[in-house]
């Protein structure tokens, strides 16, 4: 068996297991009764525990960027069809499968319980995106949004596409199977939430929506 085949292996189980139980709650000893090696390979392979989780993570991410790519936006004819674009890879990253697969789990853990590389994560990845989902929403506006419109804007479409994924068994409790199957099709999502934010971003030029006092409500 070779090094690559031991570590690949000691890489997956690792994730596995960081997915579960996190970095601190993981013991090497764990990883490697899973991946059927011995303690030494993991300093060998990757240094140390930190180390390994931080591959840990990098592997995951770059598993769902390797099986859908976000595709060239610069091609599509408008603002609209690159939202649509954006939203749809976002939703297949998500919800390739219907179970929670530990590369999801564990970059929700992360993100939840973040470390020194979710930073890294963020700079690196994450940032480019959000970057590049604010200029698409920056071309829908009718008119020139404030820095917090504008986050606002961009943390509603992450969020819509997020609830698919986080909220699944407790809409499995609210609708009825075969909507459920409509429902979570990421082709269907990023139709819904790319109306339904155009449709948004194209009124925020009217200033005049008056909002309830929150006193009177009391």
């Known amino acids: 068996m070779s090094e690559d085949d031991t ?3 000691i890489l997956l189980a690792a994730g596995e297991a960081f997915a579960e139980t996190g970095l601190h709650g993981t013991t090497v000893r764990e990883i490697c009764r899973r991946a059927d090696a011995n303690t030494a390979a993991v300093n060998y392979h990757f240094r140390d525990k930190e180390n390994l989780y931080r591959e840990s993570i990098m592997y995951a991410h770059s598993a769902k960027v ?9 091609e599509r004819s408008s603002a609209e069809d690159r939202l649509f674009a954006f ?24 993100m939840f319980q973040p470390t020194g590389v979710c930073r890294e994560l963020v700079e690196d990845f994450i940032r480019p995106h959000f970057k590049m989902l604010k200029g698409i929403l920056v071309e829908l506006a009718p008119r020139e949004l404030s820095p917090i419109e504008l986050h606002q804007a961009v943390f509603s479409v992450i969020g819509q596409v997020h609830f ?3 909220n699944r068994p407790v809409t499995e409790m609210l609708v009825s199977e075969e909507m459920l199957d409509q429902l979570f099709q990421p082709e269907e ?14 009124q925020s030029d009217k200033s005049d929506l008056e909002l309830p006092n929150p006193s009177r409500l009391s």
């Not at 939203?87 to 992360?110: C, I, N, P, Y």
């Open 87 to 110: 939203v749809l890879t976002m939703a297949k990253r998500l919800l390739g499968t219907a179970e929670m697969t530990w590369q999801t789990s564990l970059l929700f853990r992360e």
């Open 189 to 202: 999502i990023a139709r819904h939430v790319t109306q339904f934010t155009v449709a948004a971003i194209q």
């Open 164 to 166: 698919y994924k986080m």
């Open 7 to 9: 570590r690949h292996r």
């Open 66 to 74: 390797t099986q859908f790519p976000m595709p060239d936006l610069a």
